[in-house]
């Protein structure tokens, strides 16, 4: 099928190594994956199935080694139009959290007048309104990526990717700052691409998850999630027998990769 | 939503800091006694020395003797303006002058090239070597050059500091702009930073504490080839003060002038160091 410029993603017979000493490793592929507007595509695959390497060539931070990555119908350069979360924040610490969103702001040609209220406005809406003024390193792990968050955010992407987020985090942080990325996200149109190697993250957050096999990583498994999600809590979601399904059904997928 | 969400109470990572710098006011308090007491047996060492008369003062003169110099130097009323016609803060004046101009065009020539250099293999690949080269020059060596190129007014002796301090500025530029870490590139890359914007925004920041120290090594080169630099029709600063005196051998005098560029170089340096930390509050937390 031709490429269609609606689509956020679409990678075509993508493949991705790399160059050592030792010669060409292939990293991932041939992998074909489309992604829509609104979805909350989520890749599960065990280390070295090539999941960040599919992020990276999203982002325009690397070029596949053979077939076509097309982001919003062009070659994708790291910009404006994607917004990316590191696995570690990587806040700049020469500015305080405040300056962090403004840089971005700024960045994405934001009104200068403009810039403070929606500098406000994002860490309002990632919980941190009052942290403003500190610096990145006086925060906790959790909150420099709420700030990575907000700033990803800033520019408004159509697409953000997100490069395992929340792998540094503890329990409890983490499965907050699931729930905070679900609500941040639910603007339909936009589309969310996100890396884990946590099966109960994945059915957690996903409208849709892919299994990656073990190196070079391919589509194992490509399965809509259909849970209810309106009206209901995390906690429920995350006892309903509906989620216990899907996640077995991952997990086992997942299993079924690395033996 | 949000709101709750704010309460989540991760340990903050910050909190190594606040513990390692408050019990260190004793510590520097008890550093700053000893070092004054040190200074204080070395004086009186070198009072002994010089009383006991083991060389005539012309060779090693007393601190009292240095002392009562620093007061008659200082004197512009001593019927000699001070010492041959300028007094020691004049001079200190017009050395820290040419001091500071020749820092100031090195540092940014320093900045500039060294930017270029950690940006552009190639250009780096090419003026390593004369960067090198030049360091590796004394200031008296290359000062004959500038004295024919540009005279014997302010211009060689602002040049020839320019030249001692902006080798070590363009290394330590080039250093650190080649070992900036790339995750903070590509995080404003894809926050759509344009390739100016990495480099102002990104690139400059991140450098800086590995900046200012070499502009504290470039300062500090500069003021030490003061005295090389005031060789020529220099006679109005500290350095012409020292070469002058050791003419007609006032020991005194040229003890007098190390002391004044050791101590006012230390301070120099010191406010340096503050603007390292004011300027780079992160440096050893991320």
């Known amino acids: 099928m031709a490429s269609d410029a609606t ?8 493949e991705h190594g790399y160059r050592t000493k030792a010669g060409a490793v292939p990293a991932l592929g041939p992998i074909d994956l489309r992604v829509d507007p609104g979805e909350f595509l989520v890749v599960v695959g065990p280390s070295g199935s090539g999941k960040s390497t599919l992020l990276r060539l999203i982002a325009g931070f690397e070029r596949p080694t053979a077939g076509d990555v097309l982001r919003l119908g062009g070659t994708p350069v790291p910009g404006r139009d994607v ?11 020469w500015q305080t959290v405040a300056g962090n969103i403004g840089a971005a702001l700024r960045w994405a040609d934001v009104p200068k007048p403009d810039r403070s209220r929606r500098t406000a406005e994002l860490l309002a809406a990632v919980g941190l309104a009052e942290l403003g003024p500190r610096r990145t390193w006086e ?26 987020p929340f792998a540094a985090l503890d329990a409890l942080t983490r499965e907050r700052l699931q729930e905070d990325v679900r609500s941040l996200t639910d603007d339909a ?20 998850i892919i299994v990656l096999t073990d190196r070079p990583g391919r589509i194992a498994l490509d399965v809509p999630i259909t849970l209810p999600r309106k009206g209901i809590s995390a906690d429920e979601l995350r006892g309903s027998p509906e989620y216990a399904a899907f996640r077995g059904e991952i997990a086992a997928a997942v299993r079924a990769t690395v033996s | 939503m949000p709101q709750a969400l704010a309460e989540v109470s991760d340990k903050p990572q910050g909190t190594a800091r606040p513990a390692s710098r408050a019990p260190r006011s004793t510590p520097a308090a008890r550093t700053v006694l000893v070092r004054a007491a040190a200074v204080l047996v070395l004086l009186g060492v070198w009072q002994l020395l010089a009383l006991a008369g083991f060389w005539p003062p012309v060779i090693l003169p007393g601190p009292v003797q240095v002392w009562d110099q620093l007061l008659i130097t200082s004197d512009a009323a001593n019927g000699q303006g001070g010492y041959a016609g300028s007094t020691l803060l004049e001079r200190l004046g017009v050395s820290l002058r040419r001091v500071g101009y020749g820092s100031a065009y090195g540092i940014l020539i320093g900045v500039v090239l060294g930017l270029v250099m950690g940006l552009v293999p190639l250009v780096r690949a090419v003026t390593e070597p004369a960067v090198t080269f030049l360091r590796a020059l004394p200031p008296l060596a290359y ?32 250093t650190a702009v080649t070992g900036v870490n790339r995750q903070y590139v590509e995080a404003a890359q894809a926050l759509g930073a344009s390739r100016g914007h990495v480099i102002a925004s990104v690139i400059l920041p991140a450098s800086a504490p590995e900046i200012i120290t070499g502009v504290r090594l470039a300062v500090g080169i500069a003021y030490s080839s003061v005295v090389a630099a005031e060789t020529v029709n220099g006679a ?23 002391f004044v560029i050791g101590i006012t170089g230390l301070l120099i340096d010191t406010a340096i160091v503050g603007v390292q930390r004011a300027l780079s509050p992160w440096r050893g937390l991320v």
């Open chain 1, 189 to 208: 149109g936009q589309g969310v691409v996100f890396v884990t190697h946590s099966v109960d993250e994945a059915v957690f957050l996903a409208s849709r």
């Open chain 1, 83 to 93: 917004g990316v979360v590191f696995q570690q924040p990587r806040l700049f610490p």
């Open chain 2, 143 to 174: 000062l004959s050059l500038l004295v024919i190129w540009f005279g014997i007014d302010e211009e060689p002796k602002v040049y020839l500091l320019m030249i001692a301090a902006f080798p070590p500025v363009a290394v330590a530029t080039a």
């Open chain 2, 236 to 258: 109005d600063g500290i350095g012409g003060m020292v070469l002058n005196a050791q003419r007609y051998n006032q020991t005194s005098v040229v003890i007098l002038g190390l």
């Open chain 1, 7 to 14: 689509a956020l993603a679409d990678l075509v017979d993508v």
């Open chain 1, 139 to 164: 925060i906790s792990g959790g909150q420099q990526q709420r700030v990575a968050i907000a700033r990803a955010l800033a520019a408004r992407p159509k697409l953000l990717l997100m490069d395992e």
